[in-house]
């Protein structure tokens, strides 16, 4: 399996919901990545996870939680959004120097 | 600081021609420069990296440390090479990759 997945696909939330972005990879990477990607903009990274722990944030707003229960799990815990909060949520793995390998992202709209 | 930049935005050239894709980086330390593809409704994924020095679907790259440069080129464009191509800088250290800003290539008939 060289595959990332995320689920779901598409989530539309309210501005006072709580809802959870999902990605688990089965190739034994021990880094874990999520990104944001606006459109016509590059991704932009979020979090980095390197063996379970939370190695980088880059200054993401703690309306995001990341969690990363196991190493093939990655989690985005989501609360109290923005509308400018909406965008593609990308997660990515990789060996530690290696390629990165995304998922088909989830594409979040926030009302 | 650390900033990948790729100056065009949109390149179109004809079926058949040369193209380049221009990337230069900026980083103080010894850099890990990649480029990632995106084709229409796929997924973002890895072209090439540059300490692999290999040819994928007859796209090259160079790494110009001089120049600060990472270049993307291939002799003969086809239709299919029509994507979105992010530059990117990989600081293994902390496990980051930054990407640069993307250049849409359009290959037209």
């Known amino acids: 399996d060289t595959e990332v997945t995320q689920t779901p696909k598409h989530l539309v939330m309210g501005m006072t919901n709580k809802k959870s972005l999902k990605c688990e990879q089965h190739m034994g990477h021990r880094a874990m990545y999520w990104y944001k990607q606006k459109a016509k903009k590059p991704p932009e990274l979020m979090f980095v996870?390197?063996?379970?722990?939370?190695?980088i944030n880059e200054s993401v707003p703690s309306r995001f939680s990341p969690e990363c229960p196991n190493s093939s799990l990655l989690n985005l815990h989501l609360h109290a959004l923005q509308p400018e909060d909406s965008a593609l949520y990308l997660c990515a793995s990789s060996q530690e120097t290696g390629e990165l390998f995304f998922g088909e992202g989830s594409r979040l709209t926030v009302l | 600081a650390q900033r990948v930049t790729q100056p065009e935005k949109l390149l179109s050239v004809f079926k058949g021609a040369p193209v380049e894709l221009k990337c230069n980086y900026s980083y103080s330390g010894s850099p890990e420069l990649f480029w990632y593809v995106q084709y229409s409704r796929q997924r973002l994924q890895l072209l090439l990296r540059?300490?692999s020095r290999e040819s994928i679907k007859g796209f090259t790259a160079d790494l110009n440390k001089g120049e600060t440069s990472f270049h993307l080129k291939k002799p003969f464009a086809q239709e299919e090479d029509s994507a979105m191509y992010y530059c990117a800088l990989g600081i293994y250290n902390f496990n980051k990759f930054y990407f640069g800003s993307g250049t849409k290539l359009n290959v037209k008939p």
């Open positions: 996870y390197s063996y379970e722990k939370l190695s």
């Open positions: 540059h300490i």
